[in-house]
């Protein structure tokens, strides 16, 4: 049972350029999130969808798009990136009345 | 306002003492859930304990137990026996149902270090 499954691990982007981290789950959650981990500041929500087809804002959406074709994958993009997106990106799969569960994270650095 | 507050951004505690690790927190909506989790120096997230906002008793698992104060709205972690792998940062965490949308929230942590 893989859990939730983030990739990549590490990535380091220029500024400007796009890209996508993905997050797989297995266990037919459907709530789904992503947050990121700065320092001193927790992690916050980016965007989270309760079910394929409707995704919704979190606390800091901008720059970040996603979308839910699937119960299973939930893909966050990064459409421009810039330097202040230079964060630990978590993935979480919920059934949506306890835990979450996690993924690994994406360290992500931007140039 | 912060909806979870972790007022304690470090603490250090003498291994095998029990330590009470605080988190306030702030919601309108009447049926909520609030989290503790821990995450050590390799990064993951680690689950830790539940308690729902209508459950009557204190959650426990193992050496962790929540001190659920719903009239102070404060959800405290409690980690008797303390142990040199309790080393990590400390989440409080709530759901909450709010207008149809689910939100999990996080506080900004408490880094707990046992010292031998």
């Known amino acids: 049972n893989a859990g939730v499954t983030q990739t990549p691990k590490f990535q380091v982007l220029k500024t400007g350029q796009s890209m996508t981290l993905q997050c797989a789950q297995d266990?037919?959650?459907?709530?789904m999130s992503w947050y990121r981990q700065d320092p001193g500041m927790g992690l916050r929500l980016i965007h989270y969808?309760?079910?394929?087809?409707?995704?919704d804002q979190g606390e800091v959406p901008n720059g970040y798009n996603v979308s839910r074709s699937t119960t299973e994958d939930f893909p966050l993009r990064l459409l421009s990136a810039a330097p202040s997106q230079t964060s630990v990106y978590f993935c979480a799969s919920s059934p949506g009345t306890f835990e979450a569960f996690f993924g690994q994270g994406t360290r992500l650095t931007v140039v | 306002a912060q909806k979870i507050t972790q007022t304690q951004p470090g603490m250090f505690v003498q291994e095998k003492e029990a330590v009470t690790l605080d988190c306030t927190y702030d919601?309108?909506?009447?049926?909520?859930?609030l989290f503790w989790y821990k995450q050590p120096s390799s990064g993951e997230m680690i689950f830790l304990i539940y308690q729902g906002s209508y459950d009557q008793q204190n959650a426990t698992e193992g050496r962790y137990s929540l001190n659920f104060q719903k009239a102070r709205k404060s959800a405290n972690l409690v980690i008797s026996a303390s142990q040199l792998g309790d080393s990590a940062m400390y989440f409080c965490a709530m759901r909450e149902n709010l207008f149809g949308n689910e939100k999990l929230t996080f506080g900004t942590g408490t880094r707990l270090t046992i010292i031998p």
């Open positions: 969808s309760v079910g394929a087809g409707i995704t």
């Open positions: 266990m037919n959650h459907e709530y």
């Open positions: 919601t309108s909506d009447p049926s909520y859930g």
